[in-house]
């Protein structure tokens, strides 16, 4: 069974870290992180998480301010059990970097049937909330699975 879990998206600003947050919640007794494929070359290495994000996670009891992005990469992908990834598009660039880890890779949306969680980057608030339901949704399938 599954002892660690990392969810991976782009920038690691925006739908990650609520989903890390919201795996935490569902699945206390594992280790859980985010990260993203395009950490370096976006240059938010170290960054907070997107005050939007913030702002969604406080008003459902959460808590991202210590979050700081991330790059994916081999040394942290091996550390964990099972990666999620946030679409079909993040799947591909997680194969790039670290193809032995593909059949440890799923879409995060499996068991909600969605394939993608739209990346509310730039967008208005409303997307952001939209993604925070899926999100929610998802970590709660996932729970639901696994324990």
């Not at 593909?102 to 980057?121: A, E, F, V």
Request: proline share 4%; with cysteine.
């Amino acid at each position: 069974m599954y002892k660690s879990i990392l969810i991976v998206c782009t920038a690691n600003v925006c739908r990650s870290p609520l989903a890390e947050a919201l795996f935490k919640k569902h699945l206390p007794n594992l280790t859980i992180a985010s990260a993203g494929t395009h950490v370096h070359a976006l240059q938010f290495t170290g960054h907070p998480a997107n005050t939007h994000s913030e702002l969604i996670a406080v008003e459902h009891g959460l808590s991202i301010e210590s979050h700081q992005a991330q790059q994916y990469n081999q040394a942290l992908a091996e550390k964990y059990d099972l990666v999620l990834s946030m679409s079909p598009e993040i799947t591909e660039e997680i194969s790039k970097i670290t193809p032995q880890f593909r059949s440890k890779t799923i879409l995060i949306g499996q068991w909600i049937g969605q394939s993608s969680i739209q990346d509310p980057y730039r967008k208005e608030y409303h997307h952001f909330k939209q993604c925070y339901t899926s999100l929610s949704f998802s970590a709660q399938s996932w729970a639901a699975k696994l324990n």
